[in-house]
Every structure is written in C-alpha cells, then in structure tokens.
C-alpha cells in the first residue's frame, strides 16, 4: 500500500516527523535554517532530502520539486516555526519581530507554502504564548501603567493569535486549534503546545486527539480508563549512575542547589542565602518559579528550557549537584536511545528542547491518518482499516 507523501518544513530534531513517520506517512522532504540541524537529520535519515537553507529564500515551486511533488501533491504538510517571538521567557515581539532568530514573521512562509503546495493538510505547531501575544509588542511595566482602554487595539493581548487564526481560516482550509499536553500522550513531562490543523477539502480531521494518559489521582487513571502520567524516574533513572554523560556544568550559582531539595526551587535555600543566590531577581515580583529548581523523581520533567543551566529556567537533576544531561533531555522528550544530535552541547540542549515529542507528534498524526484512511475520495483511503483510539 502507498503511503501518503508529507513534508516537513522548519523540521528541527525531527520529533513532529518521527511520529508521523510511525503512523505510516512517508517523509519526502525536511527543511531547516539551522546547519546543525540539517547535520542532524543527515546523520540519522542520510536518504531523505534536506533543503537546508532560510524558508524565506525558497521558493515553494522549489519544495515541490525536490519532493518530488507537484501542486496538490503533499497529503501533509507539518511545520513548527521557530517561537522566540512568541515565548513567554523573555521580551516578546509578536508577528513584527522579523529577525532571523526570532522568527515572528515565519507564521506566514508557512502559510504561503499551505496556499502554493497546496496539501490535503497541514499542522501547525508553536508555543503556547502565541495565544496571549499581541500584534504590537509594548513592555511589560508600560501595559501595566495603562489602563484597558488606553492600551492600542493591536497591542492587546492575543491579537496576534486572532490575525494568524485569521490568516489560516482566509486560506480556505477546514481549521481545528487546541493546546495538547504531551504528558496526556505518555510523554514524561508536562510540556503545552499549541496545535492548529487544517483540511483542504473540508474532510473532518478528528482533532483533538483523545488523551491516553492523565493524573494519578484523576477518576479516568483510578477506573481504568487512561494510564497515570509517566514520571522523570520512568525515563531517566537507568542513567542515573552513567559516568560518560554529556552536560554543560552550572556556573558559581550552582553552590546553591545543595540546599534545595527534589522537587524544590530557591524558597529552599536559607533565608539569609537567597538574596546572595538569586541577585536582583530576588527584588522581582513573580515569574521565579524557575529560579533554582530541582526536579522530582516522581512527577512528570517541568517543560525541557533550550538550555537548563540558566538561573531562571534551571532544570536540576534531582540527586545530583548538576542540570539534566544531554542523553537525558531526549530521553524526557521521548527520542529514541540511538537518535544523534549534532552540534555543540548548547546546540544539542536547543534542538531537543525544541522538538515536538515523538508520542505527542504520534498522537496527532494519527487524526491527521484517520481523515485520509476514512475518506472515500482520497487516493491513500481504506475503508477497511481499523483505528484503535
């Protein structure tokens, strides 16, 4: 039997493509700026194509071409743009922010390939900050100072969400949004990503996909129904006593974390320490949840940060004095143990905490499977497979 050709656009580590690619798509085509990426996805799928260059450059006749596609051809196409512009960590500068790093813009190279290739269906993929991030980025203190009224329309909080919503419906494309929690779909570690599909022909994509997993304590784990949450010990405590394992050491601050217990974070270290520890953040209101913090064995891995040995997003191991490793970052995010990541230490952090998690990328690929297998019309439909949801 065929199956049906997707391509993946700003691809990264490949998690989103991993869990199509179980479901029974073929992968034709992988694009990414980034050359350590690109190295990546060469050191682990040497036959698959790679344009690895600025989606911005890349004319989507291109795409096609080297996919060995024609218009109409792809039955999907995945992509998740890069998010700082969107993340909640840092300064925001929504769908204005057109630097290179930053990626605001890029929303829309994905868009305009949708409109040109012209799939039975895309995924969108980002960070849930998108949804709460205006179309003007104006400072924190400043909204603060104003009231409701006076703050500009497209400076409001979500604006952003509402144009690029928008801009996905004005394509033509039955679309479907929701927030997915990968620790709902049996990954170790309560990560929330926003996800928006879209059906060219107005088939109905099952979106939402039905979660499998839930909290210990929840009635649908107590009954049966689902299975409890995988926890940090499920993925990582066979490496716990590996001597060979890659990280980045924590700079001088990291003295501090011999005072914070598993599960704990700087309201841990002695009150005449934490001004010492935490510098001028310790004047700060709110957001220092992330501040020293130390993992627990027994719940689910805190969303994986581009790079855990920063004060305030530090990703403790939770008996010893170091940031989680390399090896187990991509254990967390559920890649397999032979999957090679190329590049510097910091690089490696970056590409896997950026990933998609391969049952989460699993989980939605097979909705996106389950439209193209039911519908009569399609040439990749059988009417005789059966879906096990």
Known sequence: MRRPPMISLFTGAMGLDLGFERVGFELRLTLDINKFVCETIRANRPDIPIICNDIRRVSTDDILRKAGLGVGGPVVITGGPPCQAYSTAGKRRSVNDTRPSRGGDLVFEFLRVIREAKPQFFVFENVTGLLSAAIRHISFYERMRKKEHEIPPDARLGTAFEKILEEFISTGYRVKWSVLNAADYGVPQARKRLFIVGSRDGVDIPFPPPPTHGRPDSLDVIMG?????????????????????????????????????????????????????????????????????????????????????????????????????????????????????????????????????????????????????????????DPHLKFNF
Request: proline fraction near 11%.
């Open 225 to 381: 129904r689902k299975k409890p949450w995988l926890t940090l010990k499920d993925a990582i405590w066979d490496l716990r006593n590996r001597r060979d394992l890659e990280y980045l050491p924590f700079p001088s601050w990291g003295k501090y974390l011999k005072y914070v217990p598993p599960g704990g974070s700087w309201v841990d270290i002695p009150r005449e320490l934490q001004r010492e520890a935490m510098g001028g953040a310790f004047y700060s209101q709110g957001g220092r949840r992330g501040f020293y913090r130390r993992l627990s064995w027994d719940k689910p891995s805190p969303t994986l940060v581009t790079s855990p040995t920063m004060k305030a997003t530090c990703l403790c191991h939770p008996d010893q004095d170091r940031p989680l490793s390399v090896e187990e970052y991509a254990r967390i995010q559920c890649f397999p143990d032979d999957w090679k990541f190329v590049g510097t230490t910091q690089e490696k952090y970056k590409m896997i905490g950026e990933a998609v998690p391969p049952p989460l990328a699993f989980a939605v690929a097979k909705c996106i499977m389950k439209a193209v297998k039911e519908d009569p019309g399609n040439p990749y439909s």
